[in-house]
């Protein structure tokens, strides 16, 4: 497509312009307008086509920023050239305001279509992917509730009811709601230890409201945590996914959080520097969640509902969810080097835990021991007040906090491998041959005799 509009540029310089400042023909002045804005159309579509194919073939808007501008630049300067120039002649102008207004209007349908159709492969669980927003059965006993926040929105839930006094609130991250596979089995994982409350966040799903950067979802946590008060529970955790986790740390710091919307315990899980960041990849200009055309793309994509808002970084906030027990799940790359400066940056009580794996939780080759993770978590602090957690070792790629709880034959063999083992005496060594080392160490000489023989002198001191 490119060589044509070149060629066609190159003969309209030709053979319809000027050359060395002459003209070739005497034209009047509305054909030279209709040519310029020809010429200028050339231009605009060959600048535009190279920066598309610049921006999704290659890597190079990434490598030097500074070539996106330039090339954004050139695209605006060729377009207000063009209406200049189509404004010296009504029949060109129209002509070309058309033109131009049907590119957009093909171009914005071509992009809504190829966002719904790159993204509804994971919405309807995609059997490439590990399926985080295919529904899930819900399993008898639980419930749809309907939560309604400080700010008049409302919060649809889905209720795992019981009787325990311990209870987590779930509330998933990105575009994942209380139906996605992914928490809907952790939240079955959980429910028979604990009461378990799976939130649909603020303009997602069948909740109210918007997602916005400001951190609004920690309203959505608060009514969650009144509405697990009202039925027994006395110590709340809250596991909140990539983005939310910004929302779940407000949530705990809040100082001026009502007694019922207490938090007592947290847990990140692949949590990113800001709200809006995608973990451990990189966000077009497209679809990045805190532009006016990210708004439009995730609400044709996965009709998520966003609105404009800027938040406090997260590490501003995790120093101030002390003296609650705060645990930091990650991966081992770069989401992971995020997740231990995050955690260097909280204050005790806190843990750490790096799985291998990469992207969002449900991607991760570990996740059953993610499982295992949270639950041994929340069992371990929403038991009793937690002063400080042991420090791990960060390095490497297998730091833990919390060890694995060990099963009944684990603790047998443990039991076995800790008593006492008889003292094998060593082997003579065969006739003839050097002695062989002894299995064990040999049995101790008996002690001297008492009873000397007179004519001996006793032994002399110190020795």
Same mark, same amino acid.
């Given at each position: 497509?490119?060589?044509?509009?070149?060629?066609?540029?190159?003969?309209r310089?030709?053979?319809?312009?000027?050359?060395?400042?002459?003209?070739?023909?005497?034209?009047?002045? /509305?054909?030279?307008?209709?040519?310029?804005?020809?010429?200028?159309?050339?231009?605009?579509?060959?600048?535009?086509?190279?920066?598309?194919?610049?921006?999704?073939?290659?890597?190079?808007?990434?490598?030097?920023?500074?070539?996106?501008?330039?090339?954004?630049?050139?695209?605006?300067?060729?377009?207000?050239?063009?209406?200049?120039q189509?404004?010296?002649?009504?029949?060109?102008?129209?002509?070309?305001?058309?033109?131009?207004?049907?590119?957009?209007?093909?171009?914005?349908?071509?992009?809504?279509?190829?966002?719904?159709?790159s993204?509804?492969?994971?919405?309807?669980?995609? /059997?490439? +992917?590990?399926?985080?927003?295919?529904?899930?059965?819900?399993?008898?006993?639980?419930?749809?509730?309907?939560?309604?926040t400080?700010?008049?929105?409302?919060?649809?839930?889905?209720?795992?009811?019981?009787n325990?006094?311990?209870?987590?609130?779930?509330?998933?991250?990105?575009?994942?709601?209380?139906?996605?596979?992914?928490?809907?089995?952790?939240?079955?994982?959980?429910?028979?230890?604990?009461?378990?409350?799976?939130?649909?966040?603020?303009?997602?799903?069948?909740?109210?409201?918007?997602?916005?950067?400001?951190?609004?979802?920690?309203?959505?946590?608060?009514?969650?945590?009144?509405?697990?008060?009202?039925?027994?529970?006395?110590?709340?955790?809250?596991?909140?996914?990539?983005?939310?986790?910004?929302?779940?740390?407000?949530?705990?710091?809040?100082?001026?959080?009502?007694?019922?919307?207490?938090?007592?315990a947290?847990?990140?899980?692949?949590p990113?520097?800001?709200?809006?960041?995608?973990?451990?990849?990189?966000?077009?200009?497209?679809?990045?969640?805190?532009?006016?055309?990210?708004?439009? +793309?995730?609400?044709?994509?996965?009709?998520i509902?966003?609105?404009?808002?800027?938040?406090?970084?997260?590490?501003?906030?995790?120093?101030?969810?002390?003296?609650?027990?705060?645990?930091?799940?990650?991966?081992?790359?770069?989401?992971?080097?995020?997740?231990?400066?995050?955690?260097?940056?909280?204050?005790?009580?806190?843990?750490?835990?790096?799985?291998?794996?990469s992207?969002?939780?449900?991607?991760?080759a570990?996740?059953?021991?993610?499982?295992?993770?949270?639950?041994?978590?929340?069992?371990?602090?929403?038991?009793?007040?937690?002063?400080?957690?042991?420090?791990?070792?960060?390095?490497?790629?297998?730091?833990e906090?919390?060890?694995p709880?060990?099963?009944?034959?684990?603790?047998?063999?443990?039991?076995?491998?800790?008593?006492?083992?008889?003292?094998?005496?060593?082997? /003579?060594?065969?006739?003839?041959?050097?002695?062989?080392?002894?299995?064990?160490?040999?049995?101790?000489?008996?002690?001297?005799?008492?009873?000397l023989?007179?004519?001996?002198? /006793?032994?002399?001191?110190?020795?």
């Amino acid at each position: 497509m490119t060589p044509v509009l070149v060629a066609g540029t190159w003969n309209r310089l030709r053979f319809g312009l000027v050359v060395k400042d002459r003209p070739l023909k005497v034209r009047n002045a /509305p054909v030279r307008a209709k040519q310029g804005g020809s010429l200028g159309l050339y231009f605009l579509a060959s600048a535009a086509f190279a920066g598309w194919f610049l921006q999704f073939f290659t890597g190079l808007f990434e490598t030097w920023p500074a070539l996106g501008v330039a090339v954004a630049g050139l695209v605006g300067f060729l377009g207000v050239a063009v209406v200049a120039q189509a404004a010296r002649e009504p029949a060109a102008r129209w002509r070309a305001l058309g033109l131009v207004f049907g590119g957009l209007v093909a171009i914005g349908a071509f992009w809504a279509v190829s966002a719904k159709w790159s993204y509804s492969g994971t919405l309807q669980g995609h /059997p490439r +992917y590990t399926a985080p927003h295919f529904r899930a059965i819900v399993p008898a006993g639980t419930r749809t509730v309907r939560l309604q926040t400080a700010d008049g929105v409302g919060i649809d839930g889905l209720y795992h009811a019981g009787n325990q006094p311990g209870a987590i609130i779930v509330y998933p991250g990105w575009v994942s709601g209380k139906d996605g596979f992914a928490v809907s089995s952790m939240a079955r994982w959980l429910a028979p230890q604990y009461q378990v409350l799976v939130l649909d966040p603020r303009g997602v799903g069948g909740s109210g409201g918007f997602q916005r950067g400001a951190g609004d979802g920690r309203l959505d946590i608060r009514a969650a945590a009144a509405f697990l008060r009202d039925r027994g529970a006395s110590a709340i955790g809250v596991l909140a996914e990539g983005d939310t986790a910004l929302a779940a740390a407000l949530a705990a710091a809040d100082p001026d959080a009502p007694p019922a919307g207490r938090i007592d315990a947290l847990a990140l899980a692949s949590p990113t520097s800001a709200w809006g960041e995608a973990p451990g990849t990189k966000l077009n200009g497209y679809d990045d969640p805190r532009s006016s055309f990210g708004h439009t +793309y995730w609400r044709v994509a996965a009709g998520i509902r966003l609105a404009r808002g800027q938040g406090p970084a997260l590490a501003e906030i995790l120093p101030r969810v002390s003296p609650r027990p705060l645990l930091v799940l990650a991966h081992g790359g770069e989401n992971g080097k995020a997740a231990q400066q995050l955690y260097m940056a909280a204050a005790e009580p806190r843990g750490l835990r790096i799985l291998p794996g990469s992207g969002w939780p449900v991607d991760w080759a570990g996740y059953p021991a993610y499982y295992s993770a949270v639950r041994d978590w929340f069992r371990k602090v929403l038991a009793a007040p937690v002063t400080a957690m042991e420090t791990p070792a960060i390095t490497g790629t297998a730091a833990e906090t919390l060890a694995p709880t060990p099963t009944p034959e684990e603790q047998q063999i443990k039991q076995i491998l800790a008593e006492p083992q008889p003292i094998v005496p060593a082997l /003579p060594a065969p006739p003839g041959s050097e002695a062989q080392t002894p299995l064990a160490p040999a049995l101790p000489p008996p002690p001297p005799a008492q009873n000397l023989p007179p004519d001996l002198p /006793p032994p002399p001191a110190g020795r």
